[in-house]
């Protein structure tokens, strides 16, 4: 558990090995019923909810703020209000690595040399400076 402020895991939970909980973290069960059960390598990011008997399986990574109410399959990626997933982790992935973010354009600073990148084709569609004066229907 990293940061020592500012989790909750209620009563009956159950958690997997080698899992990481950072702060504001909230296991709560609902209406006295048993916790949830997460298996191993479990990542949950800051602020995550988890609420009731649900069964989260191994090697599955809860975004920042992601509330989860549902049971997760293994490898899964989720985050979201309600949690929904992503997409599934490849077996050579940390559990921690984001690589849900789609690729940024290579920057000069990136290139070992320094030079300049190559440019992207011509786009071939009118962009907004093309577009009539006055928005739609004018």
């Given at each position: 558990i990293l940061h020592f402020?500012?989790?909750?895991?209620?009563?009956?939970?159950?958690?997997?090995?080698?899992?990481?909980?950072?702060?504001?973290?909230?296991?709560v069960t609902m209406k006295n019923n048993r916790g949830a059960r997460i298996g191993d390598n479990f990542?949950?990011?800051?602020?995550?909810?988890?609420?009731?008997?649900?069964?989260?399986?191994?090697?599955?990574?809860?975004?920042?703020?992601?509330?989860v109410?549902?049971?997760?399959?293994?490898?899964?990626?989720?985050?979201?209000?309600?949690?929904?997933?992503l997409r599934f982790r490849s077996s050579r992935e940390h559990n921690a690595d984001n690589r849900t973010l789609p690729l940024r354009p290579m920057r000069w600073m990136d290139?070992?040399?320094g030079s300049s990148p190559p440019r992207p084709p011509a786009a071939t569609d009118p962009g907004p400076a093309d577009a009539p004066v006055g928005g739609r229907g004018s």
């Open positions: 402020g500012g989790v909750v895991i209620a009563r009956d939970v159950e958690i997997g090995k080698n899992s990481l909980l950072y702060h504001n973290v909230s296991i990542y949950a990011g800051v602020g995550t909810t988890i609420i009731g008997d649900i069964k989260i399986e191994d090697n599955v990574t809860c975004g920042a703020g992601s509330i109410t549902r049971s997760i399959p293994r490898d899964a990626v989720v985050a979201g209000v309600p949690a929904k997933i290139l070992p040399d």
